[in-house]
Structures are given as C-alpha cells and as structure tokens.
C-alpha cells in the first residue's frame, strides 16, 4: 500500500487486536473529553481562580465561596460548549473532506492550546477565550471518534466497543475529581497550583493521542468514498480476516461500501449541513429526520438529570450529616462506582439493543430522582425540626438513590446517545451527521448549565421532579420515533429509515414486509451493501445472491427497481 506508510499498525496487527488497537486510541480521546468535562467543577471551588477570575469572594468563616457574578461564572463553563458546539459542525465538515485522521490530530492539537491557554489564565476574558478554544477542539473530536470507531468495528460487536470507549470517558470524570482532591491540599488550598496544574494535566494525554493517530489506519469506509479502494480493501482485510475460512468477508464488505458509495454519490450535491438539518433533497433517505433524532436524544440525555444531580449531590451529602472532607470523598467514591457502572453497558448494549437500554435506564433513574427529591425534603425539615437522627436516615437515603442514579446512567443513557448518530447516517454524510447530535448535546449542556443554578435557587431539591419527568417521557419518546440499530450494518440503516412515516413501528413494519416480499433484498442489506437509492428508493439485484448456497455474484449494471411503499 503505497499511501499506508509501513510504520502504521495496521501492517503489524489484525482482526481483534487492530480492532482493539484503534479502540484504545477513541478511548484516549473520549477520557481526555470526560476529563475536561470534570475539571472545571474543582476549578470553581479554588480561591485562587475564583479571586483571581473576579465571580466570588471566599466567605471568612466556612471558607466556602460566595458567589458575587453568577453569570460570569455560568458564562466561563457555558462557553465551552459554544466552542464545541461550533467545533463539531467544522469537524464534521473537516471530516468528510480530509479524513477521521487528520480530524484526530487537528482536534488534539486545538485542544492543546486551549488548554495551555486555560491553565495560563489571568482574568476572565482570558479564560473565556480559552475555553472557547478548548471547546473546539472537543468538537473536532466528538464528531469524528465515534465515526471512525464505528466504522472499524463489526456490526454485531459495535455497541460494544463504543460502550468500552465511554467507560474511559467516566473513568477521566473521576480522575479529574480525584487530581482536584488532591491538589486542594495543597498549601491550605490557596495556590494557583491547586487549578492550574488539574487544567495543564489534559495536555499529556492530548499530545500522546496528536502523535499516536498517525500511526493508525484511516476508516476504510471514507477511504473507499474519495476512491482510495486498493487502500480500503486492504484496510477490510486487516479488520476481518483472521483465516482463510474468512477470506471473502472483506471482499464482500468491500463491494458493498462501494456500491454505496456510488448510490450515495447521486445526492452529492445535497450535503450541506443546511440541507442535512431540514432533509431537503434526501428523498428516501430521509436525513432530516434522522437529524432531529440524534440532536433531541443528546438533549435529552443532559435533561434526563446527571448534570443536575451531580451539581446537588454535595448538598445532598451535606443533607445527610456528611462533614465537608467526608463530603469530598464520597463524591470521590461516586465517581469510581459511576465508573465501574458503565461496564455494564459494554456485556449488554449489543444482546439487549440500544432501544432497551434507553427504557430501562430512563425508569430506575426517574425512580431515583423521585425517591431522591422526597427523602432530601423530608431530611431538610427533620433538620429545621432539629431531628439531626432522622434527617441522617432520610439523608443517607438520598445519597443512596445519588449513587444509584449515577450507575444506571453510566450503563445506559451514557453510552448510546454518543452511538446511535454514528451509526444511522449514511456515509456520504456520516461525520456531518454525527456533528449535528454534539451539536444537541452542546446546547443540551449549555442550556442546563446555566439554568442550573437557578433552577436549584428557586425549587431547591424540587428539581430533581423536573428531571424524573423528564426520565419519564424519553420512554414514549424513544419507543414511538427510535428504530433499533442493534445488529443492523452502517449500510442497513438506510434501508431502515425509508418509510415516509415518522413512526418506530411503521419503519419496522415496512422492513419486515420487504424482509417477507423481498428476502434476497434484506440479506444483501444485512451484508452490508446500501440498497437505498435516495431518488427513487430501493434497489433490488437480481443476481446479486446465488439462491443455492448463498455466494455472492458479481452485481449487475441493471437493477429492477422495488417500491419503497411496502406492499406495492
């Protein structure tokens, strides 16, 4: 391969391992993202950055800060998801052009400048720059890593994978707590040392993933698009072929992205992010709708609460008796256990669905936000009640249902609205596609970020009702307008989505007809080869599976043509 340059692993490693290989680089990204998710909240709580920045004073006697500028303080961690928000649809672009790589890098090379820039902040107008910057870069790469991992992986084990790559995303939350913990003890906690140096940590691994991607294989499915196919195929037989009893699972992976590619090519000129948000022009392939979906399942996974309770739980654990230093590392603990929870997602995301691990994650957490609202209501009035035994009982039952809220989300509700953008767009347009659900979970963050404090301001522990209402209407939500992905090749979702109907079961109805019509039509479907042309629907080979054993033949030129209304 004259353009894979002998130094890259894809020589070296194949099957499982390059697959695992390319895993732990996405895994590096997404730890550096939940990384950066959880350093500012330690940083808000140093004196020295919040003097320094000018939104608090520290408060003489508990030494805790009083806020003086709300807003600037809402505004400095919003503006990062305005960064990312603006980085996701560049990335998604950059992506498509250049290449997974080359986004890679170039998203790990923005996120180091704004880091460098964060941890040198003198005054709030430097910082919000900064942030602004490192939200970018954050951008880049959560509109590209998710692609490229699930473009690597096999369909049946890609939930999998992407579920592995969120446990590190958790696992950086944590060690940013546990850096933060740390280093407040730092000379009583008043050096700058105690936030610059949390901040100035997200470089290493930032610089590790700009100089370890070059050394990794380009997504086969983008290579075959800008007609690299000797590349691609090559690429597909690495990620497949383990023995000679598979040597034609790459071929047949092959044929098929190409002749997805090139039904794809028709609606070139209808990829523009406008185009793509309001589904003009896609036809049958319905991309508008599919849009909507990813942008409202990322708003609803800030919306369904883990923002918010992880903003109260401090008040929470101060409810139940907890003293401050007791308060920190039970927090401290949350986050391992959150954590260790979102390996529960990795065994069952691809045996239970996507569709299943949505439904039972959003009822376990409504009942915790319930149960957690009420038992902290009742600890705050046996408090005023000077009941200090019973607002302990009341209170350690709210901690209880915090700690059993956060495992449930990071087995469920964390991993697969990150997944399903990746998986249902169709190549053409898959990295732009997937920009537009880190642009719902953008404004989902910003929005809740700065309504938090409010909301908490004025309803106090009443809150956390508004986020179990919102558990439980994403059931409905979920079952009515979210077709499964599970088990369904990246090609197949296009298949999937070419009902007119916005409706979950009229999808599923319309693909078991032409499963019981048409079966030589879905197993090339499920082999992987797009059979949605977006002008006039479905494209039946009449050759192109030999009804005897299965064998793939060569596809024909001319095609009969299959209406996508199921039963016509």
Known sequence: MERISRFNVVHHLRKRKLLIAVNCVAALSIFFFGYDQGMMAGVNNAVDYYTLIGFADQDPVTKNPIITKSILQGGIVAVYYLGTLIGALFGGWFGDKYGRIKSIALGAAWGVIGATLQCSSQNHDWMICARLINGFGTGILNAIVPVWATETAEHTSRGQFVAVEFTLNIFGVAVAYWIEYGCSFYNGGNSEFVWRFPIAFQILPLLFLFGVVWFFPE??????????????????????????????????????????????????????????????????????????????????????GIAGVTIYSPTIFGIAGLDHNTVGWVAGLNQITYTLSTLVCVFTLDRIGRRWTLYWGSIVQSICLFLAGGLSRVSINAKDAHDASRATHFGGGAVAMVFLFTMTFGATWLTVPWLYPAEIFPLEVRARGNAWGVVGWSIGNGWLTLLCPVMFAALNEKTLYIFAACNVLTTPMVWALYPESNQRTLEEMNLLFAADSIWNWEAERNYKLLVEQNPELVQAAVRGRNMVNPEIGVEKPLDDINSDDGEVKNIPEEHEKVNLAAGN
């Not at 497949?240 to 092959?254: C, L, N, Q």
């Open 219 to 304: 997504s086969p499915r983008w290579l075959c698009k800008v007609g690299r196919e000797n590349e691609s195929r090559y690429v597909l037989e690495r990620l497949r072929e383990d023995s000679t009893e598979s040597i034609g699972k790459a071929e047949a992976e092959f044929q098929d992205i190409r002749n997805n590619v090139e039904l794809e090519r028709k609606a070139a000129s209808r990829t523009s992010y406008w185009s793509i948000f309001t589904g003009i022009g896609s036809g049958k392939l319905h991309i508008g709708r599919r849009v909507q979906l990813v942008i409202w399942l990322q708003i609803m996974q800030e919306w369904i």
